[in-house]
């Protein structure tokens, strides 16, 4: 359940789910989903996140830009997500495979932004947007 | 954007409270009112200077809009600002001339984009054909372009053409985070994505002859510019300190209209922090397009032999920078934010290699892929803290530009006009597509009836790989 919204020179994403975690997951979704085309990915490689953080939109945004540094230290292309949260303690993780030279590239995020940042319940379900500069 | 809630003061600046907009009325209205809420809160922040301006290529960003520009006084409570140099710190061109021809190059087009294709790490997911050590990159965290010098990528002429001679002081890489210096490693000589580019372009028109023969040019020559940044290293200090500064902010008292303008007083110990780090990942930045300029010159050489490739000039456009300037009769030094926007020094400024005092300094507008680049000379009177636009600006957001355009097909017409792209993203040659971005004619045209800075040469792409 994600999808984006307009920005002039940036892309904003936006993640929903019946839980924050599921949100966050989502919005996960949509990010990498602009690197890489994540039907054409496998997942044999696995990185873990985490991190404390009681602000929900803060987490929201170190979620995201914890995932961005990993993949691209690793040079990981990614296509699943899981998190959990106990408290203020979020614990991840995302599987994809390592990119090779015949993959088709999207364009790289560089990170996810405070601006339009939001983390709310809308109606029965939660909805996490940011802009992603890109 | 609506032009009544500005007051025109020249048919190319416009001003609202402490804000002024350059450009003429027709790129102010194409503008989205974003811009102007956006550097509205610029105007806001505790010891600014004059006004916040925006660039004739200004459109909407985060924090600061994109061509914003700013400058504080820490003697004022002046502040520092994540938001006003962005995640992609010094981003900017590095400018090469080559003694090629337009003709010699013809001959050779087909082979120089594939070389190039094959030789510069381009796009998401691609790493660098160097790696360094972790000793290696807190040298060049310090040494910045100088690094890549003494290693063999390039010559100590290259760095008389780039801004500060490629190292720029106050670098402290004790401020600077280990996933920040961990994503840098294998990330040294890489383009990047989006909008950043190599691309080689002729020098099809000359406005101003006396500078464009400063700069060693001519019409028929050939160019190469190299668009990129500090990659990962700067995107992940940019991210660290956007959430650090925006909790000092609050920490602080600071009134912010927008989190994203995340800032702190300059003399803070978060504010030392981070422009501790941002100086590092400047001379990241600069290290890299050495690095890069050195492998399109291996390239270029592997193609066109004996051909004679010089450094014209390396200028940054995100950046936050110390510099000396008068204001109101008295002379200050003052932290210039560049969020989009290139220093333009003018004649005779100290800082300039002496080929270039007397003309000015080279300002380039780099254009899309499609239509073409701007080379200026800086002005002695520029009202806006020494600086001037750096691109087209965006007209169009990229989920439009993906909806209507299609990459291959950009591709196959750009090549039927004579332009060779290589990618390996068909969504990013969607998203820049030409006309997503603004006209670079009435851009560079605008800069130059602001008196920001002169036209000199027009540039049309002749190859051009993206990331």
């Not at chain 2, 950043?196 to 190469?224: T, W």
């Not at chain 2, 004619?441 to 540039?459: C, F, G, I, K, S």
Request: glycine share 10%.
């Amino acid at each position: 359940m994600h999808d984006y919204f307009e920005h002039d020179a940036d892309i904003g994403i936006i993640g929903r789910g019946n839980t924050v975690e599921e949100a966050f997951v989502s919005a996960a979704r949509a990010l990498f989903s602009l690197e890489s085309d994540p039907e054409q990915l496998g997942q044999d490689v696995a990185i873990g996140v985490e991190f404390s953080e009681e602000d929900l939109e803060y987490a929201f945004i170190t979620w995201l830009n914890l995932l961005i540094a990993k993949a691209h230290s690793e040079r990981i292309a990614l296509r699943e997500f899981s998190l959990s949260r106990e408290g203020s303690r979020w614990k991840g993780i995302a599987w994809g495979e390592r990119w090779k030279e015949e993959m088709e590239r999207g364009i790289e995020v560089k990170g996810a932004t405070l601006t339009l940042l939001s983390v709310k319940k809308s109606g029965n379900l939660w909805e996490a947007r940011s802009i992603v500069d890109v | 954007m609506d032009l009544s809630r500005l007051a025109e003061l020249t048919p190319h600046s416009w001003k609202s409270g402490r804000s002024i907009l350059y450009g003429s009325s027709s790129l102010i209205e194409a503008m989205d009112e974003k811009v102007l809420e956006q550097i509205s809160n610029v105007s806001r922040l505790p010891g600014l200077v004059g006004a916040a301006m925006t660039m004739p290529d200004a459109h909407w960003g985060y924090g600061f809009p994109i061509g914003g520009v700013a400058a504080f006084d820490a003697e004022q409570g002046g502040i520092v600002s994540a938001g006003g140099v962005g995640f992609d710190i010094s981003c900017g061109i590095r400018c090469l001339r080559t003694s090629l021809k337009k003709e010699d190059l013809e001959k050779g087009k087909a082979r120089i984009a594939e070389v190039l294709f094959r030789k510069i790490p381009a796009g998401v997911g691609e790493g660098g054909r160097i790696r360094v050590s972790s000793e290696e990159l807190e040298t060049i965290m310090i040494s910045g372009a100088k690094w890549a010098v003494d290693s063999g990528y390039g010559n100590a002429a290259d760095l008389e053409y780039v801004e500060e001679r490629g190292r720029v002081c106050g670098a402290n890489p004790a401020f600077v985070s280990d996933l920040a210096k961990k994503r840098q490693f294998g990330e040294m000589g890489t383009l990047g994505s989006g909008n950043h580019y190599l691309e080689i372009q002729v020098v099809d028109r000359i406005s101003d002859p006396a500078a464009a023969k400063a700069f060693g040019i001519e019409k028929d020559g050939i160019l190469v510019s190299i668009h990129c940044g500090s990659r990962g290293f700067g995107h992940q200090i940019g991210t660290d300190y956007l959430v650090l500064l925006a909790r000092a902010a609050k920490r602080l008292g600071l009134s912010l209209p927008d989190r994203e303008l995340a800032c702190a007083p300059i003399r803070s110990p978060e504010g030392e922090q981070y422009l501790g780090a941002m100086n590092c990942a400047i001379n990241v930045a600069l290290a890299n397009r050495q690095i890069l300029s050195h492998l399109a010159k291996e390239c270029l050489d592997a193609v066109f032999p004996g051909i004679l490739v010089e450094t014209l000039f390396d200028v940054s456009h995100n950046t936050c920078k110390l510099e000396k300037h008068v204001h109101e009769g008295r002379e200050k030094m003052l932290h210039v934010h560049r969020k989009g926007a290139t220093r333009a020094f003018g004649p005779n400024h100290p800082d300039l290699p002496q080929r270039y005092r007397e003309c000015g300094q080279p300002v380039i507008i780099g254009g899309s892929m499609g239509t073409g680049s701007w080379i200026l000379a800086g002005n002695e009177d520029n009202p806006a803290f020494c600086s001037a636009s750096h691109g087209a600006g965006r007209a169009m957001s990229r989920s439009r530009a993906l909806r209507q355009y299609e990459g291959r097909k950009i591709v196959e017409d750009l090549a039927q006009r004579g332009i060779l792209i290589r990618t390996r993203s068909m969504r990013g040659a969607a998203e820049e597509a030409p006309d997503a971005y603004k006209d670079v004619e009435l851009v560079a045209e605008d800069t130059e009836r602001a008196n920001l800075a002169r036209r000199v040469a027009h540039l049309s792409p002749s190859v051009c790989i993206k990331g």
